[in-house]
């Protein structure tokens, strides 16, 4: 198979203005305290940090960078030549140096455990992204209590799901323009358990699999115990809703592997909040037609719009059988509710019940006839939802303003979580440090792959108003003991 060339197009955008406060290469630069190749050089490996450089693909040619930067190829070639030494450049007879991450890096001195006495009060979980259960959960189960009589007689193993819960899925999608039958709908374990059952549907060991980058981590998980491969292209918040998802980047790694299947979460992205717009999601179908890939989009988010109208279903732009829509009531109502749904043509889910059995035999009963009377009154209960996560998500913008101001949140427009630039990458000692001021956290590098995001937090603010606060607070303990004191220090990683 082809190697995968990064495009000296996505390169340069990533670059930006990379020689701000720098000098270029021509002769009135050499007055500089640090050249342009190695200016040039730290960009690149903050990039690739940052997850918008790929690991294991290979930069753009010599002479196609050199000419798109307008620099000397010398530039160029020192440039690679310095990532190469620093053991961010792998080389191989005969192919092209491809991106890596230093062998056996050791953190430098922003990497250490505080050793602060641990509070005395609990810490506040930041590490999840998802609401306690309203009232109306409780009311749920007590009605699915009433409905099981009818189900005793029978074995109580359903591997689609049962009739009254997939017409409630089939009915909700009608309700958001896009017709379904129950036929087209199977009831998983959650929205995880569903895309398990389509990697191994749909892949085979060793197959690459497209994903955003950042994106869901157990996305990620659920690729790779599946033996496959994930292809991270590089999602760009600072792009907006429309401009987040590299459309062009996603065409050209489709080609370039060969990918079968790709996964996606174009609605409130989870964990940037970035919501695909139409134009997008017409153009993300049409891609899945040229290039033969089924597209998995995971609508787990989909109804926690919070700033916009609710979102056209992705699969409302397909022509075929090219997008598959996965979906859950955790995020939705409570995360307990383990219950979650594939829609897709009958066809493949005919197959996909086929083969679930050798991964369980259904979904519980009571559990289901819960989530069908959710699923009755689920206007009021979402409008409520997204009524406390508008203020909480309020609360956290106003502590991170006051205790963080140099912390640059994304400002998506939906979803459970922001997702947070710090100024230095130390996103991974701050969540082992973060504890012991009393706040959990989950690294920036769990949202992508082999090291990417060190420069990034996801915050959720799923937790109460006072929660938020302290967390804030304590976040900003922790950070101050891990913030750079020098410009080496904020640009190196590794030494």
Known sequence: ???????????TRDLGQWRQGRHDDSASSRKSSK???????????????????PLGVALPSERDLASALALSRTTITSTYSLLREDGYLISRQGSRSTVALPSGATPNGLMFQATVAKPDRP?????????PAPPEVEGAYAAALQALPAYLPSHGMEPIGIAVLREAIAARYRARGLPTEPEQIMVTLGAQHALRLLIAALTSPGERVLIEHPTYPNGIEAIRNAGARPVPVALRPEDGNSGGWDLDGIRSAARQTAAKMAYFVPDFHNPTG???????RAELARIARETRMTIVVDESMAELNLDVEPPTPVASFARGSEIVTIGSASKSFWGGLRVGWIRANPALVTRLAGTRSAVDLGTPIMDQLATAHLLADADAILDAR?????????????????????????????GMSLWVQLPSPVSTSLAATAPNFGVLLAAGPRFGVEGAFERFIRLPYAQTDADLCLAVSALAAAYDMLSPR????????CV
């Open 274 to 280: 970035l919501c695909l717009d139409d134009h997008g």
């Open 386 to 414: 997204r009524n406390l996560l508008r203020r909480q998500r309020d609360s956290l913008l106003t502590a991170l303003a006051d205790h963080l101001p140099d912390w640059r949140p994304i400002n998506g427009s939906g």
């Open 486 to 493: 020098n410009e080496q220090e904020a640009t190196l990683v």
């Open 35 to 53: 050249p342009a190749y190695q200016a040039l050089a730290d960009n690149i490996r903050l990039l690739i940090h940052d997850g918008r450089v």
């Open 1 to 11: 198979m082809a190697m995968r060339v990064l495009g000296v197009s996505s390169l």
């Open 123 to 131: 810490a506040v979980d930041m590490s999840y992204a998802a609401l």
